[in-house]
């Protein structure tokens, strides 16, 4: 690990993913953007969706979660209702743009694609329909 003592905004890498690093400022730099594209926030170009399912006992549930670095979407297991402490889980629609709240700090967004039509997630990841009108969902720059 090195920082950057005393500097007004001192900085933390760690060496050893180093290879996965993204300079934050160099990402929001609107300079840096393609000719044509502009920063906005995300809910200027999507919607969350809040549709839930009561969990119930006595079915399974194909769960899924969201890889890191942009990795995108994987089954992770099928639980049976009785074992799932939620009340709720939200089914995924392929195209929806979600993320992983806890590892939003390592990039660990993806759009879901239709092999995971049928299964869910927990509230722990957000889904959002994206206006493809503002933005195009499976879009990659690089």
Not at 2 to 24: C, D, F, H, K, Q
Request: charged content about 20%.
């Amino acid at each position: 690990m090195a920082a950057i003592a005393g500097a007004p905004n001192a900085s933390v890498v760690w060496w050893t993913e180093l290879e996965r690093w993204v300079n934050p400022y160099r990402a929001l730099n609107p300079r840096a953007l393609p000719k044509g594209w502009a920063l906005t926030k995300v809910r200027d170009v999507a919607r969350q969706m809040t549709a839930a399912c009561e969990v119930k006992a006595g079915q399974k549930y194909r769960m899924v979660g969201v890889r890191w670095y942009g990795e995108g979407t994987f089954e992770r297991e099928t639980v049976n209702g009785e074992e799932i402490s939620a009340k709720h889980l939200f089914p995924l629609t392929p195209g929806t743009f979600i993320y992983n709240r806890l590892f939003a700090w390592k990039a660990s967004f993806a759009v879901v694609p239709t092999e995971h039509e049928g299964c869910f997630v927990s509230s722990e990841f957000p889904q959002f329909i994206v206006d493809e009108s503002r933005a195009n969902p499976l879009c990659q720059y690089e």
